[in-house]
Nanobody, 126 residues
Framework: QEQLVESGGGLVQAGGSLRLSCAASGRTFSRNIMGWFRQAPGKEREFVAAIRWSGYSTFYSEPVKGRFTISRDNAKTMLYLQMNDLKPEDTAVYYC???????????????????WGQGTQVTVSS
């Protein structure tokens, strides 16, 4: 069974950094677009970043552009999100996601992503 498991969340002060990891199992996901969404309390899930299978094409939402970096290691079936200069508004549960195999279009719609992890909490204090 395909599974995505996030780790690396925690509590950090504003201006600090965290690195989220996502371990894929049950399949390689090497031909899937993968990404990150987040959901703050009382808000809808929000697109954060995505990366194509090759690792050469990345996309970011405006609030995180320039501060977050998404990367992947297909050999290790891992996805990462390096988060720098964190702000209190980055506080949310962060989800690792993947589109169905062979899809080449990156979208910001949560419903387009077939696979979801359980999420990891990121809390940024001011």
């Amino acid at each position: 069974q395909e599974q995505l498991v996030e780790s690396g969340g925690g509590l950090v002060q504003a201006g600090g950094s965290l690195r989220l990891s996502c371990a894929a199992s049950g399949r390689t996901f090497s031909r899937n677009i993968m990404g990150w969404f987040r959901q703050a309390p009382g808000k809808e899930r929000e697109f954060v970043a995505a990366i194509r299978w090759s690792g050469y094409s990345t996309f970011y939402s405006e609030p995180v552009k320039g501060r977050f970096t998404i990367s992947r290691d297909n050999a290790k079936t891992m996805l990462y999100l390096q988060m720098n200069d964190l702000k209190p508004e980055d506080t949310a549960v962060y989800y690792c996601v993947a589109r169905a195999e062979g899809i080449t279009v990156i979208t910001a719609r949560a419903r387009d992503y077939e696979y979801w992890g359980q999420g990891t909490q990121v809390t940024v204090s001011s």
